[in-house]
């Protein structure tokens, strides 16, 4: 089963303007990262968040953790058309270190 | 490029097979995982090897088989091959002993298809 589900499961944008991806999860985390995969390819590692962690930024990427909602958010301001692709939060649960759960993804699509 | 590479890259048998799916670690990582994503779907944790003693294991029958070898390769066997063991059959490396907060280096995948 999925820890984590992703909202919107797909997102069109056009191009320079920002995309905002939720991600929540059911059970407590040491962390959570986000990934991103160009059509089924493997996946690539964004950006790394602990619980104890707000926020974070990294390049054009912005994430967020709300541990008390089990919440996260990954921002990607003034999208290009590479950034096209599936984006993917996978969580470490509390209970099971070493055991990462993926979302089901969000599959982000940039008009020119 | 991350440095993983995995074999083959598409490969088709027949429900009731067995399947060895191949992976080469960045040298260096000690700990490798071998996910199964469906289509449309993320990935689902399959296991996971740390200096060749399996490490963690998701919620996967015992059909479903590894080995990491200290040459930093591994392998996933899998038998008697069912319809929805179709997937796309990713390897990761990591630097650490497979702590969730490792970066996790993912090969480009193996493309299983049973019919």
């Known amino acids: 089963s999925q820890q984590g589900e992703e909202d919107p499961q797909a997102l069109s944008i056009q191009e320079g303007e920002n995309a905002t991806m939720n991600c929540s999860y059911k059970?407590?985390?040491?962390?959570l990262q986000w990934y991103r995969q160009n059509s089924g390819r493997g996946l690539v590692h964004l950006i790394l968040?602990?619980?104890?962690?707000r926020e974070k930024h990294s390049g054009r990427l912005r994430v967020t953790l709300d541990t008390s909602k089990k919440s996260s958010s990954l921002l990607i301001t003034a999208s290009r058309a590479a950034d096209t692709a599936s984006y993917f939060c996978?969580?470490?649960?509390?209970?099971?270190?070493?055991?990462?759960?993926f979302g089901s993804g969000t599959r982000l699509s940039i008009r020119p | 490029e991350t440095g993983v590479t995995q074999s083959p890259t598409h490969l088709i048998k027949t429900r009731g097979q067995q399947v060895t799916l191949r992976c080469s670690s960045q040298?260096?990582?000690?700990?490798v995982s071998w996910y199964q994503q469906a289509l449309g779907q993320g990935p689902q944790f399959i296991f996971q090897?740390?200096?060749?003693?399996?490490?963690g294991r998701g919620n996967f029958p015992p059909r479903f088989s590894g080995l990491q070898f200290p040459n930093y390769s591994s392998e996933l066997n899998v038998n008697a091959l069912e319809l929805d063991d179709s997937a796309l059959y990713l390897c990761?490396?990591?630097?650490?002993?497979?702590?969730?907060?490792?970066?996790?280096?993912f090969g480009p995948g193996t493309r299983l298809t049973v019919l």
């Open positions: 990761a490396s990591s630097l650490g002993r497979g702590s969730g907060a490792d970066t996790q280096y």
């Open positions: 059970t407590s985390i040491n962390n």
């Open positions: 968040i602990r619980s104890n962690e």
């Open positions: 996978a969580t470490e649960p509390y209970s099971s270190a070493s055991k990462i759960i």
């Open positions: 040298s260096g990582h000690n700990t």
């Open positions: 090897y740390y200096r060749e003693e399996e490490n």
